[in-house]
């Protein structure tokens, strides 16, 4: 995994984890043997909305054991969280430029069921990197990657309650910015549903 950008799989990820990817050629390594962490963006994500960031938190099963990986986490389908979380999105992106365009390709993940959150996480982070056309390597590890001298550990870096690490983004319109301001690292969504093709830019 040497020359490699670890990352966690997160559920629509901040605009900061795409500008790493962004900004780097190496492969990406998604972890799916590291340690499910609560309260981290592997199961919640940030959108703007009227009233400012919204977080939405994706339920997941506790079983016995205090530490599961990533790829074992199972979703809690007794929550109608699916529903609850298209429509947050709806209402706070209807009005953006874009939204109508990639309306379909995200309302798929809140109609299909998922069993495994990982699995629910990969296959929008495939969908992000096919819309902003982003193409690095993607791997996926066969256990627990260990950090070496010459890889960039990402999985704890990228945090809702640590610095951003696009420490200067570049300004985008947003829905609600001339009610709250300039909202910076939410959801990929945001930038994708208010700057669409253009979008890529802005990493």
């Not at 960031?53 to 205090?66: A, S």
């Not at 300004?171 to 700057?195: A, H, K, T, W």
Request: aromatic share 14%.
């Amino acid at each position: 995994m040497s020359n490699s950008i670890v990352l966690s799989a997160n559920y629509l990820p901040p605009v900061s984890y795409f500008h790493v990817i962004a900004q780097q050629d190496s492969p990406i390594v998604i972890d799916g043997y590291e340690h499910f962490i609560k309260q981290t963006y592997r199961s919640r994500t940030a959108i703007g909305t009227a009233s400012g960031t919204l977080d939405l938190i994706v339920p997941v099963q506790h079983g016995r054991r205090e530490r599961v990986a990533m790829k074992d986490v199972r979703i809690n389908a007794d929550h109608d969280w699916q529903r609850l979380h298209w429509k947050s999105i709806q209402t706070a992106y209807r009005g953006s430029a874009y939204f109508e365009y990639y309306e379909d390709d995200f309302a798929d993940f809140y109609d299909k069921k998922f069993d495994f959150l990982f699995d629910f996480n990969v296959q929008q982070l495939e969908l992000v990197l096919k819309l902003l056309k982003l193409k690095p390597t993607v791997l996926f590890s066969d256990r627990y990657v260990a950090v070496e001298n010459d890889t960039m550990d990402f999985r704890t870096l990228i945090h809702p309650k640590k610095p951003s690490l696009y420490a200067a983004p570049k300004p985008y319109y947003q829905v609600f910015e001339e009610r709250m301001g300039f909202m910076p690292n939410l959801s990929i969504v945001d930038l994708i549903f208010n700057q669409g093709p253009q979008s890529k830019n802005y990493l």
